[in-house]
């Protein structure tokens, strides 16, 4: 049990859907991250939120939307994907940002269709 | 880019120490060395870390040469459980310290 959950744990969307990934830490921690992680690719940092408020964009295109409403939840809306973005969407969250122990959720597998 | 090599795939003998090395030989004096590990199909999962001192925890121990450019991450008694994809970082003031992950070394543990 790492503290860090995300849902749903599958998603098959087209590429015209609208859907979210969602991701909530009970571990009181200030700052949130999501990652991507492509077959046969390192894992890609994609976003930074550090007491709410994003710090880090790593040049993600605009069709990836997050939201970070309160330090316990961070969201990852998704429209017009392509296939290519077909992965493993992780969350982490860390007590602070730059604090490098990061704890994980077990990540959303996405197919684009 | 990482800035560490690691060997892409290692095995290990049930019970037996696994030894997994890394080579950081640009690190910096300020810089972090992480170890995190990612078990098949779940997220990963941080192991250890230190800046030169040699560290042990429940987990593993993490051994860093005097001159910082190497380090080796040793579990104890490896079990089944423990084979995954083992992960070196370096953490970089230069990206704002976040960890830019390399392809890591998939451990096999054998019984």
């Known amino acids: 049990e790492t503290g860090v959950t995300q849902t749903p744990r599958h998603l098959v969307m087209g590429m015209t859907n609208k859907k979210s990934l969602k991701c909530e830490q009970h571990l009181g921690h200030n700052a949130m991250y999501w990652y991507k992680q492509s077959a046969k690719k390192p894992l890609e940092l994609m976003f930074v939120y550090s007491l709410e408020e994003r710090v880090e964009n790593n040049s993600v295109p605009s069709r990836f939307s997050p939201e970070c409403p309160n330090s316990s939840h961070l969201f990852l809306h998704l429209h017009t994907l392509q296939p290519e973005d077909s992965a493993l969407y992780l969350c982490?969250?860390?007590?602070?940002?730059?604090?490098?122990?990061?704890?994980f959720g077990p990540g959303t597998r996405l197919t684009v269709l | 880019d990482a800035k560490t090599t690691q060997p892409p795939s290692m095995d290990c003998a049930e019970g037996r120490a696994a030894n997994l090395p890394c080579n950081h030989s640009?690190?910096?004096?300020?810089?972090?060395v992480y170890w995190y590990r990612q078990i098949h199909s779940q997220g990963p999962q941080y192991i250890i870390h230190?800046?030169?001192?040699?560290e042990t925890n429940e987990m593993a121990s993490l051994i860093i040469t005097e001159d910082r450019k190497s380090s080796t991450l040793i579990l104890p008694h490896a079990t089944l459980r423990d084979t995954a994809v083992y992960y070196c970082?370096?953490?970089?003031?230069?990206?704002?310290?976040?960890?830019?992950w390399g392809a890591g070394t998939k451990l096999i543990i054998k019984p």
């Open positions: 230190g800046l030169k001192n040699n």
């Open positions: 982490a969250s860390s007590h602070r940002q730059g604090w490098n122990e990061q704890f």
């Open positions: 640009t690190i910096s004096g300020n810089e972090y």
């Open positions: 970082i370096v953490s970089s003031p230069d990206s704002n310290y976040q960890l830019i």
